[in-house]
T-cell receptor
């Protein structure tokens, strides 16, 4: 089976740093993705990890440990517009296979 | 980045009628498209994988006779919800990939909100 776990909700303060964790147990592994989704809108791509380590892109960074089945998304200098759901997704094999999504983490940024 | 469009963006229909949702890749060819469904405050649940020129592969629990998928060209896939019922009300999102390698991200359409009355 496949299982992807994320916290359901998080709250953080504007200007702060927040880390959203994701753990996964899948039959195989061919990459982990993070998406941002605002209410009523489609997900937008944030990051991709296939090797262990940290990928940095502006205010957002994503980390992967394949041996631990663990990833996190780090958001720095939080802005109000960062309030959204953050979806962790795994591709469990190569080829034209779909992403399997976790339930998402709803992040609320407060002043 | 690549653009995926969906039409309509929202639709209200009566119970028992059928609704067709179109998904188009506007600036790339998508051999494979994926259809997801999302209920409020839930994550995206994969319904089916649509391959151009062949039958769609449905996920367990998804009725293929109720959710008809056609992928007639490399840029268009359609999802038809037949004999819709209120429990089919949901946010339907399509997604497409440019290539088959692991790096290629999935581009998502803007979604179609279906309300069945």
């Amino acid at each position: 089976g496949q299982n992807i776990d994320q916290p359901t909700e998080m709250t953080a303060t504007e200007g702060a740093i927040v880390q959203i964790n994701c753990t996964y147990q899948t039959s195989g592994f061919n990459g982990l993705f993070w998406y941002q989704q605002h209410a009523g809108e489609a997900p937008t791509f944030l990051s991709y990890n296939v090797l262990d380590g940290l990928e940095e892109k502006g205010r957002f960074s994503s980390f992967l440990s394949r041996s631990k089945g663990y990833s996190y998304l780090l958001l720095k200098e939080l802005q109000m517009k960062d309030s959204a759901s953050y979806l962790c997704a795994v591709r469990d094999r190569s080829g034209n296979t779909p992403l399997v999504f976790g339930k998402g983490t709803r992040l609320s940024v407060i002043a | 980045g690549a653009v995926v469009s969906q039409h309509p963006s929202w639709v209200i229909c009566k119970s028992g009628t059928s609704v067709k949702i179109e998904c188009r890749s506007l600036d790339f060819q998508a051999t494979t498209m994926f259809w997801y469904r999302q209920f409020p405050k839930q994550s995206l649940m994969l319904m089916a994988t649509s391959n151009e020129g062949s039958k769609a592969t449905y996920e367990q629990g998804v009725e293929k006779d109720k959710f008809l998928i056609n992928h007639a060209s490399l840029t268009l896939s359609t999802l038809t919800v037949t004999s819709a019922h209120p429990e089919d009300s949901s946010f339907y999102i399509c997604s497409a990939r440019e290539g088959a390698s692991g790096y290629n991200e999935q581009y998502f359409g803007p979604g179609t909100r279906l309300t069945v009355t």
